[in-house]
């Protein structure tokens, strides 16, 4: 694999030093409020069978991070080799890990808290240049993004948990009248996916150009208040707005719904936020729904869920230079006015909120806020080699995930790009996942 350097001098490689300080610290921050916030009790239970105790998240990060920078990268000696085996995420299922002899609480802060002392040493005596693994700090980049991941794992695990709330942040902007409508996508070819990120990971690559015909893309993901729509005029009821499968999950669900919400006595709709009730807000990108579920709503409103390639190029090509951005402002990082991320509040913000991070299309919020259905199938790109471990991607190929893509409010930077791939079974919704439309293109179009 190739990966581009930012330079050879030392002043260029002291600042990588710094940039990757700052995302393994921010990532630390995040993992110890999401866990301090809790007694044992509740750092240890199972708080749903689809998620791991959170201190067997806890640990794990300080597994990874101990394989792959103290060990490999830094070539020293194991820390905890006896516990590899417990925290490897292909050998235990989620709902038989609070069975295992996990680290109580007080050791896993131990032991990640050790682990992360040897890294810094690591981090101040690797040059940062060479083999792949360690060019423009990849690894390093590769277990910030692991950490963050594990992190919005915990913070939907935090939401599935019952008692009282124990996070909290400011509420997420809102607007007074959100956009609505669509954009025209012309025909042609783009370049999707990358090779010049330096942190991007082996599913993203390499860029390839793909042609897509044209499309029509909503300028703004699906609202709460269209959702209601969708649910008032019997879109739960309809098994001809559902696919076979959708259907059968439906009923063998009991799905009536986006997952927690709650409908009172007086027919007014509410949604439990990390342990509080609040009033459905309208114009906030719907929250919790499966694929299934987009793909009704997408029947009921004679559209379609856009495809992987027609999102990515909604998000990042430039038809007035014909490249394609890093993001849909530019290459820029994300800043608090181009996107909803990195956990700054807890809930998406209205749809319509961040004018600043608009596509050159004029589409809105594609990064940020709520992960975004597809209809494409996980599966690998031309040219694609695993790297630096199959078990990434490549044993995920296949099978009936859907990729989503842009990114959650409980994303963090680093882990969201425009050529960032998430994936995930049709039938979840703990996730914090919503959907936008697409549709082909008619004569009257033209």
Same mark, same amino acid.
């Given at each position: 694999?190739?990966?581009?350097?930012?330079?050879?001098?030392?002043?260029?490689?002291?600042?990588?030093?710094?940039?990757?300080?700052?995302?393994?610290?921010?990532?630390?921050?995040? &993992?110890?409020?999401?866990?301090?916030? /809790? *007694?044992?009790?509740?750092?240890? !239970?199972?708080?749903?069978?689809?998620?791991?105790?959170?201190?067997?998240?806890?640990?794990?990060?300080?597994?990874?991070?101990?394989?792959?920078?103290? =060990?490999?990268?830094?070539?020293?000696?194991?820390?905890?080799?006896?516990?590899?085996?417990?925290?490897?995420?292909?050998?235990?299922?989620?709902?038989?890990?609070?069975?295992?002899?996990?680290?109580?609480?007080?050791?896993?802060?131990?032991?990640?808290?050790?682990?992360?002392?040897?890294?810094?040493?690591?981090?101040? %005596?690797?040059?940062?240049?060479?083999?792949?693994?360690?060019?423009?700090?990849?690894?390093?980049?590769?277990?910030?993004?692991?950490?963050?991941?594990?992190?919005?794992?915990?913070?939907?695990?935090?939401?599935?948990?019952?008692?009282?709330?124990?996070? $909290?942040?400011? @509420? !997420?902007? &809102?607007?007074?009248?959100?956009?609505?409508?669509?954009?025209?996508?012309?025909?042609?070819?783009?370049?999707?996916?990358?090779?010049? *990120?330096?942190?991007?990971?082996?599913?993203?690559?390499?860029?390839?150009?793909?042609?897509?015909?044209?499309?029509?893309?909503?300028? @703004?993901?699906?609202?709460?208040?269209?959702?209601?729509?969708?649910?008032?005029?019997?879109?739960?009821? =309809?098994?001809? /707005? +559902?696919?076979?499968?959708? +259907?059968?999950?439906?009923?063998?669900?009991?799905?009536?719904?986006?997952?927690? +919400?709650?409908? *009172?006595?007086?027919?007014? +709709?509410?949604?439990?936020?990390?342990?509080?009730?609040? $009033?459905?807000?309208?114009?906030?990108?719907?929250?919790?729904?499966?694929?299934?579920?987009?793909?009704?709503?997408?029947?009921?409103?004679?559209?379609?869920?856009?495809?992987?390639?027609?999102?990515?190029?909604? !998000?990042?090509?430039?038809?007035? &230079?014909?490249? $394609?951005?890093?993001?849909?402002?530019?290459?820029?990082?994300?800043?608090?006015?181009?996107?909803?991320?990195?956990?700054?509040? /807890?809930?998406?913000?209205?749809?319509?909120?961040?004018?600043?991070?608009?596509?050159?299309?004029?589409?809105?919020?594609?990064?940020?806020?709520?992960?975004?259905?597809?209809?494409?199938?996980?599966?690998?790109?031309?040219?694609?080699?695993?790297?630096?471990?199959?078990?990434?991607?490549?044993?995920?190929?296949?099978?009936?995930?859907?990729?989503?893509?842009?990114?959650?409010?409980?994303?963090?930077?680093?882990?969201?790009?425009?050529?960032?791939?998430?994936?995930?079974?049709?039938? =979840?919704?703990?996730?914090?996942?919503?959907?936008?439309?697409? %549709?082909?293109?008619?004569?009257?179009?033209?």
């Amino acid at each position: 694999m190739t990966i581009q350097l930012p330079g050879t001098d030392r002043g260029e490689t002291e600042r990588l030093r710094e940039r990757i300080a700052q995302v393994l610290e921010r990532a630390r921050g995040r &993992t110890a409020g999401l866990t301090d916030c /809790l *007694d044992e009790a509740e750092l240890v !239970a199972q708080h749903s069978r689809i998620m791991s105790p959170l201190v067997w998240d806890l640990a794990h990060i300080g597994n990874q991070e101990e394989l792959w920078l103290v =060990r490999d990268v830094g070539g020293r000696e194991a820390v905890r080799s006896d516990i590899d085996e417990l925290y490897d995420a292909f050998k235990h299922a989620r709902a038989n890990r609070p069975s295992l002899p996990l680290l109580n609480p007080g050791q896993a802060r131990e032991y990640v808290g050790q682990v992360r002392g040897k890294v810094w040493d690591v981090l101040e %005596r690797n040059p940062l240049r060479g083999e792949a693994l360690v060019d423009n700090g990849f690894a390093f980049g590769m277990i910030a993004q692991h950490e963050q991941q594990h992190d919005e794992t915990m913070l939907a695990t935090h939401q599935l948990r019952q008692g009282e709330a124990v996070l $909290s942040a400011p @509420a !997420a902007p &809102t607007v007074a009248t959100p956009p609505r409508g669509e954009v025209v996508i012309a025909a042609g070819e783009f370049t999707m996916g990358t090779d010049t *990120d330096p942190w991007a990971l082996d599913n993203e690559r390499p860029a390839h150009p793909v042609h897509v015909p044209g499309f029509a893309i909503d300028i @703004a993901p699906i609202t709460n208040e269209q959702y209601l729509e969708f649910m008032a005029d019997g879109g739960y009821d =309809r098994p001809e /707005l +559902w696919s076979e499968a959708g +259907w059968a999950h439906r009923v063998e669900a009991g799905l009536v719904s986006p997952q927690f +919400w709650e409908r *009172d006595g007086g027919g007014r +709709w509410w949604r439990r936020v990390f342990g509080v009730m609040q $009033s459905l807000r309208p114009h906030q990108p719907v929250l919790h729904v499966c694929y299934f579920e987009a793909e009704a709503y997408a029947a009921w409103a004679g559209k379609r869920l856009p495809t992987e390639a027609e999102w990515e190029k909604a !998000a990042r090509f430039d038809p007035a &230079t014909g490249r $394609s951005r890093r993001y849909p402002w530019g290459d820029a990082d994300p800043t608090p006015e181009t996107a909803n991320l990195g956990q700054r509040h /807890l809930e998406p913000a209205d749809a319509g909120a961040y004018p600043a991070g608009v596509s050159p299309h004029g589409v809105h919020q594609l990064i940020g806020d709520v992960w975004e259905w597809t209809s494409s199938g996980f599966t690998p790109y031309p040219g694609f080699r695993p790297f630096p471990y199959a078990e990434y991607s490549d044993v995920f190929f296949g099978g009936d995930y859907r990729v989503l893509r842009g990114g959650s409010f409980g994303a963090d930077e680093v882990a969201v790009r425009g050529t960032f791939r998430n994936w995930d079974h049709p039938i =979840r919704r703990q996730i914090f996942s919503g959907f936008r439309l697409a %549709r082909d293109l008619t004569p009257e179009d033209a």
